[in-house]
């Protein structure tokens, strides 16, 4: 069974950095590619970052480009999510998200596992 567990979130000043992790069981996951996405209150939820199967390729959505990096260590079957120079607009719960395969996507169709989230809340 796909197991995948967000950790690392909390409180933090604008411009501060957070590492979101996610804990992944159950599968092999450097055969998939993995995202994450975030949703805001009363907002659809909304792609951030992808990596592919294999880690040589990483999409970003566009409000956070430059500001957050995904990457993943496959012997920990870990991905991670290090956010900097954070804004209060980044507040939001954030979900780790296996893929449908190992290509890429940047929206939610592509896939197919969601972790339970972890919130992220940036104070001005």
């Known amino acids: 069974q796909v197991h995948l567990v967000e950790s690392g979130g909390g409180l933090v000043q604008a411009g501060g950095s957070l590492r979101l992790s996610c804990a992944t069981s159950?599968?092999?996951?450097?055969?998939?590619?993995m995202g994450w996405f975030r949703q805001a209150p009363g907002k659809v939820r909304e792609f951030v970052a992808g990596?592919?199967?294999?880690?040589?390729?990483?999409y970003y959505g566009d409000s956070v480009k430059g500001r957050f990096t995904i990457s993943r260590d496959s012997a920990k079957n870990t991905v991670y999510l290090q956010m900097n120079s954070l804004y209060p607009e980044d507040t939001a719960v954030y979900y780790c998200a296996k893929g449908r395969g190992s290509g890429l996507g940047t929206t939610s169709t592509s896939f197919g596992s969601w972790g339970q989230g972890t919130q992220v809340t940036v104070s001005s």
């Open positions: 990596i592919s199967a294999s880690g040589d390729t990483a």
């Open positions: 159950g599968f092999i996951a450097s055969t998939y590619a």
